[in-house]
């Protein structure tokens, strides 16, 4: 109850804070739900873990080179949040990547954002980031079917003379089709 009456409130005063998503959106995002019971219990502080400034009044930190990879489509960090700790370093560039989640540079299909980590972790700069720029697109099915009944029909053509069923089942096999090349 807590929990949803914070997410009415963030929904007015902040429709903006889980960028790109909307809150409605985030809310229905299907993650490890044990990520969102932690505030449960808010607003009142936990005795065995305090409330607390999370960066200390006048905080001095390295200016050693720090990578800051944020992912465009991160939904746990998302980039403005990046963008603030990248601010925190004198020399922390932050680089997007594009239709990227929360942990970009492994399990990637681009061989970009891994490559960057190589590059900074060799050479202390992360050389070329124009690859991060480019990333296709996420592909998403519009729902998921277990029957070709369930989905939307194919547009037909002029002149198509293809029955409902027919038009459906189109879609259906040009939706799995497209799932099955996109992985």
């Known amino acids: 109850m807590q929990r949803d009456a914070a997410f009415a409130s963030e929904r007015v005063n902040h429709p903006g804070v889980y960028g790109p998503f909307t809150i409605a959106e985030f809310n229905s995002i299907p993650l490890d739900y044990s990520v969102l019971d932690t505030c449960l219990p808010w607003p009142i502080a936990s005795v065995a873990h305090p409330p607390g400034q999370p960066v200390p009044p006048d905080p001095v930190f390295t200016s050693a080179p720090v990578l800051v990879l944020s992912g465009t489509l991160d939904s746990l960090t998302p980039a403005r949040q990046g963008a603030e700790a990248a601010a925190l370093f004198a020399n922390a560039p932050q680089i997007l990547v594009a239709n990227s989640f929360h942990v ?71 939706l799995t089709a497209g799932d099955a090349l996109a992985r």
Do not use: M, Y
């Not at 970009?112 to 720029?133: E, M, Q």
């Open 104 to 174: 970009t540079a492994l399990d990637e299909q681009d061989n970009c954002a891994s490559v960057i980590v190589r590059n900074f972790v060799k050479d202390l700069d992360p050389g070329d980031t124009a690859c991060a720029a480019p990333i296709a697109e996420v592909r998403t099915v519009p729902k998921f079917a277990n029957h070709a009944r369930q989905l939307d029909p194919a547009i037909p053509s002029a002149g198509n003379r293809g029955t409902l069923k027919d038009l459906r089942v189109s879609a259906t096999a040009a």
